[in-house]
């Protein structure tokens, strides 16, 4: 452990995502100071891992749901709203 303190929850992805985007905004001013920087930088390596372990876990929960290892092409995916 590094002696961080590790929030009980982490953000869902939809949030993890919208405060890394906000991050690399703020960043891309150029306004910050050095520390500054560095400090959003390792938010930012936090969030994207969180945004990943997000993203293999919904990997892993498809792949439940499809046990024979079948894809869906994604030409088979009616996304037609309109009804």
């Known amino acids: 452990m590094n002696g961080k303190k590790v929030s009980d929850e982490d953000p869902d992805f939809e949030s993890a995502l919208a405060e890394l985007e906000a991050l690399v905004a703020n960043m891309e001013t150029g306004e910050f100071t ?5 400090v959003a930088f390792e938010r930012g ?22 046990p024979d290892g079948s894809e869906v092409p994604i030409d088979d995916v009616d996304t037609d709203t309109d009804e």
């Open 34 to 38: 050095l520390e500054e920087s560095l």
């Open 45 to 66: 390596v936090e969030l994207t891992r969180q945004c990943r372990n997000a993203l293999e876990h919904a990997e892993l929960r498809i792949r439940a749901l499809m």
